[in-house]
């Protein structure tokens, strides 16, 4: 495959970051991915320090080409507005990860949208509908429309299309400032095909949640059509992160 | 080309299937370079009597380069019927679902033994789906140490665990166990820090509910030891080839 390689959604875990970026930068060598976007996490429910320890081992690694950076923060708490301008004015972030903290539709997240909808920032929300074990600050695809309607002009990544694409991607076929990624280890042989269908070509960002999965979503891009795989690989994160990260090719 | 001992075709009862069909199976893939394989009928378990699914299925494999794996349900009286016929009718596996059908392995160590007797491996599905998608009917967890215990109980035939994952591999082996390469799709570079016996190791794609070509863009690049496992396996299994 010749096609750059732009992985939109990517992890390094507290208490293993050093072993988790070497793993991705490993990957990168082999599979030839120019950029990866990187949030940092630990608990479900971290406290201020913990969130800002995790922001400090992934802005460790923004110096160099190969990382971009989603500021990890706990909307819920009251600095939170505080860690994302931090994070984007003098760490080197340029998105904001949301994950299992709060429900993405609480109020509290509002002023985060504003300031990122302001600056142009692509919001990653981790979103899923679980069967089982669905956590109380677990947002569905439901949360994010709503979310998404409430603030247009922010855009947002919904991540893993939904947790269960059938449900989560009719809730944001309409939204043009929602893309979706197909990251994590629950992504099925129909579901790309699935989001193609009912999204089409320019809203779908490749991610892998790396290093906890990889091949899951890599795999589904091989078999596409050339001027789909370049898009989803590359040219629609581009456009997401209005080319920002400085690796535009 | 690939040898995919987990493979399936049919209907799926929670979603939609839109490459379920045999036709649409075998080209997805040879696509991804499968040239064969042990396939099994996703109708079939949840059938009542699982023939219904694999006899259909079983004819439609003839001259395709895949052989059936037959769902046989060791908790239902028939199940020693069948196996004969699907044995006679060119079946090549047996292939069991616990955690679906509700059974302790040890209900099976009978049928294991049979299936040995009668030149068929036995192929133990830890499950379809990752947990968090299941619906409806929840799947019991099958333990691994429980799997290779079937495996030890019967050593005349040859037991495959399916899809279960890395965590749940380590530390297991046998003169008479392997694993498939389904449940390694997590992770980066699952096969450096697999401990279990690698020449033990077949592959297995799990389409269509998981992607083909995610099956083998995870592999090593140094892949002849598949082959050679293959071959092994049918050896231990029959003393031939498929």
Redesign the interface.
């Known amino acids: 495959m010749n096609e750059p390689i732009f992985d939109a959604h990517a992890h390094i875990w507290l208490g293993r970051a050093a072993q988790d970026a070497a793993?991705?930068r490993?990957?990168a060598e082999k599979y030839g991915i120019q950029k990866i976007y990187i949030s940092c996490l630990g608990s479900h429910t971290p406290d201020p320090a913990e969130i800002e320890e995790c922001n400090r081992q992934a802005a460790r690694l923004l110096s160099g080409p190969l990382f971009g950076g989603y500021v990890t923060v706990a909307p819920e708490q009251p600095g939170a507005l505080e860690v994302l301008r931090q994070g984007v004015e003098e760490q080197g972030f340029s998105g904001m990860k949301i994950w299992v903290s709060c429900l993405c539709d609480e109020p509290c997240c509002d002023r985060l949208y504003d300031y990122c909808g302001a600056w142009g920032l692509p919001v990653l929300v981790h979103t899923?509908a679980?069967?089982?074990?669905q956590l109380p600050g677990e947002s569905t695809a439901v949360h994010l429309r709503r979310t998404a309607l409430r603030h247009p002009e922010t855009k947002f990544l919904m991540a893993h299309l939904g947790?269960?694409c059938?449900h989560g991607l009719p809730m944001i076929q309409n939204l043009p400032n929602v893309w979706v990624d197909f990251s994590g280890?629950?992504?099925?042989?129909?579901d790309l095909?699935?989001a193609l269908e009912l999204l089409g070509k320019d809203r779908i960002v490749f991610g892998t949640d790396?290093?906890?999965?990889?091949?899951?979503?890599?795999?589904?891009v091989?078999?596409l059509p050339q001027e789909e795989r370049r898009k989803i690989l590359w040219e629609n994160a581009q456009a997401l992160f209005d080319g920002r990260d400085g690796n535009a090719l | 080309m690939l040898f995919d001992f987990g493979c399936f075709t049919g209907h799926w009862p929670y979603r939609r299937l839109r490459r379920g069909s045999l036709e649409n199976c075998r080209a997805d893939l040879a696509a991804a370079g499968v040239g064969g394989g042990l396939m099994a009928s996703l109708d079939a378990v949840f059938y009542n009597d699982s023939w219904e699914g694999d006899g259909p299925l079983l004819e439609a494999l003839s001259g395709t380069g895949f052989s059936l794996a037959i769902c046989l349900n060791p908790a239902l009286p028939w199940w020693r019927l069948r196996l004969g016929e699907a044995a006679r009718a060119g079946a090549r596996a047996v292939r069991l679902y616990p955690g679906i059908h509700g059974y302790p392995l040890e209900a099976a160590e009978e049928l294991c033994r049979e299936a040995g007797e009668l030149g068929l491996g036995v192929i133990v599905t830890a499950r379809m789906e990752d947990q968090r998608l299941q619906y409806l009917l929840r799947q019991e967890p099958v333990s691994p140490r429980e799997a290779a215990g079937l495996a030890k109980k019967c050593p005349g035939t040859q037991v495959i665990l399916s899809n279960f994952y890395l965590s749940e591999l380590e530390g297991l082996s046998g003169e008479n166990l392997w694993a498939d390469t389904a449940g390694l799709c997590h992770g980066l570079f699952p096969f450096e820090n697999l401990e279990f016996p690698r020449e033990r190791l077949l592959f297995a794609s799990f389409a269509p509910l998981q992607c083909p070509e995610s099956a083998v863009c995870n592999l090593p690049e140094e892949q002849d030891f598949l082959d050679c496992n293959t071959r092994n396996y049918w050896e231990a299994c029959n003393g031939g080839t498929l």
């Open positions: 793993l991705l490993r990957a899923f679980k069967t089982v074990g947790g269960n059938y280890s629950n992504c099925r042989f129909d095909p699935y790396m290093p906890g999965s990889f091949a899951m979503s890599y795999g589904q091989l078999a």
